[in-house]
T-cell receptor, first 114, second 113 residues
Framework: DSGVTQTPKHLITATGQRVTLRCSPRSGDLSVYWYQQSLDQGLQFLIQYYNGEERAKGNILERFSAQQFPDLHSELNLSSLELGDSALYFC?????????????FGPGTRLTVL | GEDVEQSLFLSVREGDSSVINCTYTDSSSTYLYWYKQEPGAGLQLLTYIFSNMDMKQDQRLTVLLNKKDKHLSLRIADTQTGDSAIYFCAEGEANQAGTALIFGKGTTLSVSS
C-alpha cells in the first residue's frame, strides 16, 4: 500500500459525459501527478500540481482539467468523453523535496467509456 | 521530444538472470527509474539511478547506466516466478517541485519454473 488513495476504482460511463476522478496523496506529500495508461499510448504524464499550483503539463487534452485543493487532494475532470478516453488513470504523489523525488502511485481508476 | 524505448517482452527460466534494456533521448535527465507493475496493480518504484552514476546495486537488482549511449539496463539476479510483471523504464528531471516522468511502453517479464 503506497498511501495514495484513488476513488472510484472503476467507472463506466457513456460518450459525451463528464466524470471526476479523485486522489488523496500520502500524508506530507505536496506534489500530485496524474498519468493515463492505455494499451496504445502506454503510460503518459498528464499534469503535475505542487501545493495547489499547476507546475507541469504533459499530454493532457483540453477536455481534461485538474486541480489541487488546499487539503492537497486532487481531482481530474474529464469531459465530453470519447471511446478513446477509456484507460487506467493513475495518481502519484511525492514530497517534492530532496534527491530522487520518488513518486508513489495509487492503485488507479479504470475508466470505461461506452 | 523526449522518448523512452524498451523491448516489449522477455522470457526467462526461474533461477536465471534477467536483463531488461532501455534507451532514452533526453540528455538532461537527472534521474532514471525502474518501476514494476504487477497485474491489476499500480506502479511500484524498484530503484533509481542518478545520472552521474554508472551502476547501482540493490540486493538482486543491478542498474547499469551508459550515459554516452543513453542506455539503461536492469538486471535481476536469480529471477523468481514472483518477478513476473511489467517493468517500466522512466526518465525525469528533478526540479524544485518534483519530477514529471516519461515512461517507456514497458517490458513484460515472464518467468517459467
Amino acid at each position: 500500500d503506497s498511501g495514495v488513495t484513488q476513488t472510484p476504482k472503476h467507472l463506466i460511463t457513456a460518450t459525451g459525459q463528464r466524470v471526476t476522478l479523485r486522489c488523496s496523496p500520502r500524508s506530507g506529500d505536496l506534489s500530485v501527478y496524474w498519468y493515463q495508461q492505455s494499451l496504445d499510448q502506454g503510460l503518459q504524464f498528464l499534469i503535475q500540481y505542487y501545493n495547489g499550483e499547476e507546475r507541469a503539463k504533459g499530454n493532457i487534452l483540453e477536455r481534461f482539467s485538474a486541480q489541487q485543493f488546499p487539503d492537497l487532494h486532487s481531482e481530474l475532470n474529464l469531459s465530453s468523453l470519447e471511446l478513446g478516453d477509456s484507460a487506467l488513470y493513475f495518481c502519484a504523489s511525492s514530497v517534492a523535496g530532496g534527491p530522487g523525488n520518488e513518486q508513489f502511485f495509487g492503485p488507479g481508476t479504470r475508466l470505461t467509456v461506452l | 521530444g523526449e522518448d523512452v524505448e524498451q523491448s516489449l517482452f522477455l522470457s526467462v527460466r526461474e533461477g536465471d538472470s534477467s536483463v531488461i534494456n532501455c534507451t532514452y533521448t533526453d540528455s538532461s535527465s537527472t534521474y532514471l527509474y525502474w518501476y514494476k507493475q504487477e497485474p491489476g496493480a499500480g506502479l511500484q518504484l524498484l530503484t533509481y539511478i542518478f545520472s552521474n552514476m554508472d551502476m547501482k546495486q540493490d540486493q538482486r537488482l543491478t542498474v547499469l547506466l551508459n550515459k554516452k549511449d543513453k542506455h539503461l539496463s536492469l538486471r535481476i539476479a536469480d529471477t523468481q516466478t514472483g518477478d513476473s510483471a511489467i517493468y517500466f523504464c522512466a526518465e525525469g528531471e528533478a526540479n524544485q517541485a518534483g519530477t514529471a516522468l516519461i515512461f517507456g511502453k514497458g517490458t513484460t517479464l515472464s518467468v517459467s519454473s
